[in-house]
């Protein structure tokens, strides 16, 4: 019988303990030995839970018994779940957690801590939910030399996004319901303002390139200046916005890496990923395109790849080879302003006709775009495709207009 631990009882912790004992029979056919939880820890009471017995605050309880060998990290936050993660795996005890700030500022540390201890730190969970990304990532296309990830990698902006696009519902609302739900993060702005997608895209990317992209380094925008009216003027070019997080290996080694908003034409693949629903394209030489979609986030789904860790950390020998990447100091994000994009524009202008005069001088050919009620000074529009530092000085030499909007467009 393995006897395991679990750190964290809120949505994710919850699920765990209730995947673990609901499949329990399930579970132990596949493990070939029964996985028992002795202890959760939380600092909070739960006299009503039916497994009010194994609640500790201690966490030395968990660090100081042999008898367990593999830790379930689900409590979120740097501190004190990095200090905790490092304690088991050094005591030997290996760790699956969902814990995304952790592993994207640690990752690289834990893995090697791991590895000199002869254990396992797994982190299926902390990217897309239930999604399987990690393992198939660094062993189902291990044959490919990996040239570009994009992902849709955080479920509450997408379905506020989705909210926003479909019952033109506000943002605040779209958050609220998200929250109802149990997507958003205890601190809902880590979602809102793309934090939560750089910590993905830094995971998948340090796995994809083998060394560690730290998220200070990853230029990150989120959603909350997109308006009803961008995503109107998206419709009405055939497209939608959606938060994208980015990942491409450069010639000179470099990453280049960023969060942003971005048009999708209708037709792309990442368009119709919608409400919670997650997806990552991964580009291989030898593959194309591979898509994995699913639910990013909630109780159950990333509970699941927690599970799904846990069972193969009970049936591993040894550390895994192939997942780890390179702990260094060194900045590998190269520059995003350099990349050729068309931009979405949205102005407000003093003079309307002026403008266009101007715009059409300076952009060429535009495509023009137009929403019910447009007020005759809104002027909303796609330009061909330019560098963000080309496309920005040609804004700054704009007069008499004052810029709303400004989302590149992507083609995923
Ligand atoms: N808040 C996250 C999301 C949870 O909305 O995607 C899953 O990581």
Redesign the pocket.
């Known amino acids: 019988m393995a006897k395991i631990a679990v750190m964290g009882h809120g949505v994710v912790g919850s699920g765990v303990v209730e995947v673990l004992y609901k499949n329990r029979e399930s579970i132990t056919r596949r493990t070939g030995q029964e996985i028992d939880i002795k202890y959760i820890l939380d600092l909070r009471d739960f006299p009503d839970s039916p497994f009010h017995d194994k609640f500790i605050k201690d966490f030395s309880l968990i660090e100081n018994d042999d008898e367990i060998s593999v830790v379930v990290e689900v409590m979120g936050g740097l501190e004190p779940a990095f200090t905790y993660v490092r304690k088991c795996l050094e005591k030997g005890k290996s760790v699956a957690t969902?814990n995304?700030e952790l592993v994207a500022s640690k990752g690289a540390e834990l893995l090697r801590i791991a590895r000199e201890n002869n254990v396992n730190f797994f982190f299926e969970?902390?990217?897309?939910?239930g999604i399987p990304i990690i393992r198939p990532l660094h062993q189902c296309l291990a044959a490919n030399e990996i040239r570009e990830i994009a992902g849709i990698?955080?479920?509450?902006?997408?379905?506020i996004l989705t909210k926003m696009i479909r019952e033109s519902m506000s943002f605040e609302d779209a958050l609220k319901l998200?929250q109802q739900l149990g997507?958003?993060?205890r601190d809902?702005s880590?979602?809102v303002n793309g934090d939560?997608?750089c910590r993905?895209i830094c995971i998948l990317a340090s796995l994809a390139f083998s060394n560690h992209i730290y998220p200070q380094n990853v230029p990150t925008e989120g959603i909350t200046k997109i308006t009803l009216e961008d995503v109107e003027y998206a419709g009405n070019w055939g497209g939608v916005i959606k938060l994208i997080g980015v990942a491409k290996k450069m010639e000179d080694g470099k990453v280049l890496t960023f969060v942003s908003p971005a048009l999708l034409h209708g037709d792309s693949q990442l368009a119709n990923v919608d409400d919670?629903f997650?997806a990552v394209l991964v580009r291989g030489d030898a593959t194309g395109d591979v898509v994995f979609y699913g639910k990013?986030?909630?109780k159950l789904p990333?509970a699941s790849a927690v599970v799904a860790d846990v069972i193969d950390v009970v049936k591993a020998h040894g550390s895994s080879k192939s997942l780890y990447w390179n702990e260094t100091e060194d900045n590998f994000v190269g520059s995003h302003e350099k990349i050729d994009t068309s931009f979405y524009l949205r102005m407000t202008a003093d003079d309307a006709a002026a403008a266009k005069q101007q715009i059409a001088a300076l952009f060429g050919d535009v495509q023009t775009l137009s929403r019910k009620h447009q007020p005759e000074n809104e002027l909303a529009f796609v330009t061909g495709t330019d560098t963000d530092e080309k496309l920005q000085a040609k804004l700054d030499s704009l007069h008499g207009v004052d810029i709303l909007s400004k989302i590149r467009v992507l083609d995923y």
């Open positions: 969902s995304k969970a902390s990217v897309g939910g990698l955080n479920g509450t902006t997408n379905f998200a997507y958003a993060e809902p880590a979602d939560d997608a993905k919670v997650n990013g986030a909630g990333t």
